[in-house]
């Protein structure tokens, strides 16, 4: 797992690693990681064009000291002081003894490489006016451009930008990786995140959220060992599409097949249309009831909100089994909060940002302190559909997805989300857990689905089976 942290976890890490070092030392290591992060993404130091932008922090002090290492392997390094009076002394006088010079916006026309040293942790508030003019002159010049340890703009806690935000390519993050580098809208920002081990290691606490790795998905994608049966591995049962539009049964039903399970079994109105593409399914035009054993439940997508929708919910919702509550099934629960506040056995909510605000109230910015609100609010699990993902459980626990591809932004990629995270809450792990593992198979998917070209949700559970065997094989 990666461990997502706060500003003020990171600080508070900083000040116990600072108690048994040489002042400076964190800010040396910090500039020296950086300085190798844009090496590697130049290539080579010799006559390029480096460009710093100095806030009045460390953060601008960073900048400063990995201009000064660059300047040193001949790179021709320029910084743009915001506040001249104010900024990093020392890192100043490093950057000037190793050759670098100073100077104005007009450097970034010409730049190979612009650092946003402008403000990190301490930033408050929308980037200022004269800070947002440096950054529109960053963007329209040719520079590849690397954020020093959170893009200017950008919150480090919740990814919330209020105003603008310098656009980074890379992100070069130290001691541990930010909140807001991966979530919300500081996720498009930051770029690619490089993480710099500035040995806080031994002194952060437990991390605010985590991400899973391919390695962590791994474990739970064991194949069947020989004693496994049919009803060993896993039964999944679906309730999803409807008598007229059965698309998204037929998605559900065959992602949830694809998964894992050994065992999928629909019930519901679209049930010819579900036996004639899914055969290997078990399939039932009845209600829940008449479906057979299964362990855990999906409901909702493209089911309609109708009377005999509703009550085919409540008896789904009734029963002692983990239950997905997608789509369709969310719109019932807005209207009906009780249907899910009862239950003890997990409960996921899989809604997107609409579906959200009718169950909870309007996202806002921090998207993890909102999935963490509607968790708390129901007691149950709530996976909050975006860009990155987020997956809160009622303890607070919070897991901010790591994959996926803009491409999954398509219809009927929700309903296969949905069953295979059916598949995953019928064994192994706890619902909060099967969730951030469901969003990470399905963006791996997405992306393995998205190399062919533009995708549809079809495309998903084609490509399921093959993003299984790869993450079974990951080891890192
Ligand atoms: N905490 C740590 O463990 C370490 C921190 N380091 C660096 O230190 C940074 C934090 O330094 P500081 O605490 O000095 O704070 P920053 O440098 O992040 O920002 C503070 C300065 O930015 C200005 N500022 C605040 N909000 C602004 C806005 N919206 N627009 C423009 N300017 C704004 C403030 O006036 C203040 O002068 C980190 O991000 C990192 O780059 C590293 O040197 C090494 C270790
Ligand atoms: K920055």
């Known amino acids: 797992m990666t461990g997502l942290f706060t500003a003020a976890q ?42 710093l932008l100095v806030g009045s922090g460390d953060n601008g002090g960073d900048a400063l000291f990995a201009g000064a290492v ?18 990093h002394a020392d890192g100043l006088a490093a950057l000037l003894r190793a050759g670098g010079r100073t100077g104005g916006a007009e450097s970034l026309a010409r730049a190979d490489l612009v650092l946003d040293g402008i403000v990190g942790i301490g930033g408050t ?30 919150s480090a806690d919740t990814g919330e ?137 999906v409901v909702g997508p493209g089911m309609g909100t109708d009377e005999a929708a509703r009550s085919v919910l409540a008896e789904v919702l009734a029963t002692d089994l983990p239950v997905v509550v997608d789509a369709d099934a969310l719109t019932l629960v ?11 056995a997990p409960t996921v909510l899989t809604p997107h940002d609409r579906e959200f605000a009718r169950l909870f109230g309007e996202v806002g910015g921090d998207r993890v302190a909102a999935a963490r609100r509607g968790a708390a609010a129901l007691g149950c699990t709530v996976l909050l559909k975006g860009d990155a993902t987020v997956v809160a459980d009622r303890d607070g626990a919070a897991f901010v997805n790591a994959t996926g591809t803009s491409w999954l932004a398509t219809a009927g990629t929700g309903d296969v989300l949905a069953g295979v995270l059916g598949a995953f809450l019928t ?3 706890a619902a909060a857990e099967a969730a951030a593992v469901a969003a990470h198979v399905h ?14 949700a079809g495309d998903l559970v084609r490509v399921l089976p093959r993003t299984l065997a790869r993450l079974r094989g990951a080891d890192g």
Request: proline fraction near 7%; charge should be positive.
């Open 10 to 51: 990171v600080r508070g890490a900083e000040r116990a690693a600072m108690a048994g070092l040489r002042p400076g030392v964190l800010m040396q290591r910090a500039a020296t990681g950086l300085a190798a992060v844009c090496l590697g993404l130049l290539g080579r130091a010799h006559g390029v064009r480096v460009v």
């Open 70 to 87: 660059l300047a040193v392997r001949g790179a021709q390094v320029t910084a743009v002081l915001l506040a001249p009076d104010r900024a």
């Open 125 to 154: 508030g929308g980037l200022r006016d004269d800070a947002v003019a440096l950054v529109h002159a960053a963007v329209a010049g040719p520079g590849l451009l690397v954020a020093v340890d959170v893009p200017s703009g950008v």
């Open 161 to 297: 930008v209020a105003g603008e935000a310098f656009p980074a390519q890379h992100t070069v993050t130290f001691g541990a990786v930010k909140t807001g580098l991966v979530v919300g809208a500081g996720r498009g920002a930051a770029g690619t995140v490089h993480l710099v081990d500035i040995g806080l290691g031994p002194h952060l606490p437990a991390p605010d959220a985590e991400q899973l790795t391919d390695a962590d998905v791994a474990v739970h994608l064991d194949p069947p060992g020989a004693g496994d049966d049919k009803y060993s591995r896993g039964v999944v049962g679906v309730i999803a599409g409807s008598a007229t539009y059965p698309g998204a049964g037929v998605l559900c039903t065959g992602a949830a097949l694809r998964a894992r399970p050994g065992l999928v079994r629909y019930a519901g109105t679209a049930a010819e249309g579900v036996k004639a593409a899914w055969p290997e399914a078990l399939v039932t035009s009845g209600r829940p009831g008449a479906a057979g054993r299964v362990q855990a439940w």
């Open 334 to 344: 807005a209207a009906q909060p009780g249907l899910v506040g009862d239950r003890t």
């Open 427 to 429: 064994g192994g792990p």
């Open 443 to 456: 963006g791996r998917a997405g992306q393995l689905a998205a190399e062919q070209g533009p995708l549809i």
